[in-house]
């Protein structure tokens, strides 16, 4: 039984491994590694680094975006405050324009007195 359960876990291990390798992960942090490794001047953070090298964006353009994100998410609410006050005040022009024609078509319609 215990047998078993370790080939099991032998077999996922290499099952992910494969896929790690077959996806190009492996590849991309041995390559980070080996450019850690070959630095005369290690990096205060080598996580920063190796996030980094992988694409990540560093702290100051993350809260550069952070702050560009926060104005978008401004300007996006006070548009749509916008967009929905003019649906608002169209759909009240429609009503209005309505009922002013159904007035008109009353007026038109009503008989007159014939004196």
């Given at each position: ?14 099952a ?11 590849d ?13 001047d290690?990096p ?6 190796v ?5 990540a ?21 006070e548009l ?8 608002k005040e ?26």
């Open positions: 039984m215990m047998m078993r359960y370790k080939e099991e876990k032998e077999a996922k291990k290499e992910f491994r494969k896929y790690l390798d077959s996806s190009g992960v492996l991309a942090l041995t390559k980070v590694l080996v450019a850690l490794y070959e630095q005369n290690k205060s953070s080598a996580l920063e680094f996030q980094q090298k992988l694409g964006p560093s702290v100051s353009e993350y809260e550069k975006l952070q702050a560009e994100m926060s104005d978008l998410q401004l300007k996006y609410n749509l405050a916008a967009h929905q006050e003019n649906c169209l759909e009240e022009l429609k009503n209005s324009q309505k009922t002013a024609s159904t007035e008109e078509n009353n007026d038109a319609e009503a008989p007159k007195d014939e004196p």
